[in-house]
C-alpha cells in the first residue's frame, strides 16, 4: 500500500470492501494504484489513471478544441465555460473537457468510483504533465439530483453534462466491463429523466447530454441543435427560464 495512504482512507477502503464482498468485487492497492478487482469476472483490475493510456492519447491526439465535444460545449477563443459532470463515472470525459480548460466539477454518487476518481486525481496531481489539467477538477461525492436542487443561483455553472448510462454499440470488452462494473455498484440510470428535467433549470448557457449515435433522445426532448461524430452525438439543450 502506498505510503501517502491515510489511516482514514485504508478504513473506508476497509468499510467498502465489507459491502463489494457480497457483490464479488474488492478495493485493492495494486503497483501503487487503487484498483477494482473482481472475483467472479475474468476481469483486469480496474483503475483510474489520467496520466497514461487512453486518456494520454486523447490528451496528445484528441484534436484539441476542434473535436466535437469542445464544439458542444461551446468553446470559443477567449472563453472557457464552468462545466459541472453530473455523470462523471470514470472521469474520462472530465478530463478532456478540463484539458479543453474548462473548470469542471465531477459529481459521483457511488462512493467506490469517486474514491477511485479522487485517488486518480491525486496520482495525476504529481506529474508535471497533468498537474494543470487536474487542477481545474474538483470532485463532489453525491447524488447529482440532490446536488443541483440544494444549488444557489450564483453557484449554477455555464454547462451541464450528462452521459445517462445507455447500451452502447461498442461491444468491445472494455466497454462490457465498465457496463456490468457500473450497472453491479450503482444499478440503471432509471433517473436520468428526471437528472435532465432538473438540470435544464440549472445551466446558464447549455445542458449537453451525450448519446451514442442512433440513440432516441433523452427524456423524448428535441434539442436545439446537435454536434456529431462518428459513433457518437451530443445533443445541446438552451436552458428553461429560471424561477
Given at each position: 500500500m502506498p505510503d501517502d495512504i491515510g489511516n482514514m482512507h485504508v478504513e473506508k477502503i476497509e468499510f467498502l470492501n465489507t459491502s463489494l464482498t457480497e457483490k464479488g468485487y474488492q478495493l485493492v492497492f495494486?503497483?501503487?494504484?487503487?484498483?477494482?478487482?473482481?472475483?467472479?469476472?475474468?476481469f483486469k483490475p480496474l483503475a483510474i489513471d489520467f496520466t497514461a493510456g487512453q486518456a494520454r492519447h486523447r490528451r496528445l491526439y484528441g484534436g484539441g478544441k476542434n473535436q466535437p465535444i469542445s464544439r458542444a460545449?461551446?468553446?470559443?477563443?477567449?472563453?472557457?465555460?464552468?462545466?459541472?459532470?453530473?455523470?462523471?463515472g470514470l472521469g474520462r470525459d472530465a478530463f478532456v473537457m478540463a484539458t479543453l480548460g474548462c473548470q469542471v466539477s465531477l459529481v459521483e454518487r457511488s462512493p467506490v468510483i469517486a474514491l477511485l476518481l479522487e485517488h486518480g486525481l491525486k496520482q495525476a496531481s504529481t506529474f508535471d504533465e497533468t498537474q494543470e489539467i487536474v487542477q481545474r477538477m474538483r470532485l463532489i461525492k453525491a447524488d447529482s439530483r440532490k446536488f443541483l436542487k440544494n444549488l444557489s443561483f450564483e453557484d449554477y455553472p455555464?454547462?451541464?453534462?450528462?452521459?445517462?448510462?445507455?447500451?452502447?454499440?461498442d461491444k468491445s470488452a472494455l466497454v462490457k466491463k465498465e457496463m456490468r462494473i457500473f450497472r453491479d455498484l450503482v444499478g440503471n440510470d432509471t433517473d436520468a429523466v428526471?437528472?435532465?428535467?432538473?438540470?435544464?433549470?440549472?445551466?446558464l448557457r447549455r445542458l449537453v447530454v451525450k448519446r451514442p449515435k442512433g440513440a432516441e433522445f433523452l427524456a423524448g426532448e428535441t434539442p436545439a441543435f446537435q454536434v456529431k461524430s462518428k459513433n457518437t452525438r451530443y445533443d445541446c439543450y438552451l436552458p428553461v427560464e429560471k424561477p
Open positions: 495494486e503497483k501503487e494504484r487503487l484498483t477494482l478487482q473482481s472475483r467472479q469476472h475474468n460545449l461551446g468553446l470559443k477563443p477567449g472563453y472557457s465555460p464552468v462545466v459541472y459532470d453530473l455523470t462523471a455555464d454547462v451541464i453534462y450528462l452521459d445517462p448510462m445507455y447500451p452502447h454499440r428526471d437528472l435532465f428535467q432538473i438540470a435544464l433549470t440549472k445551466a
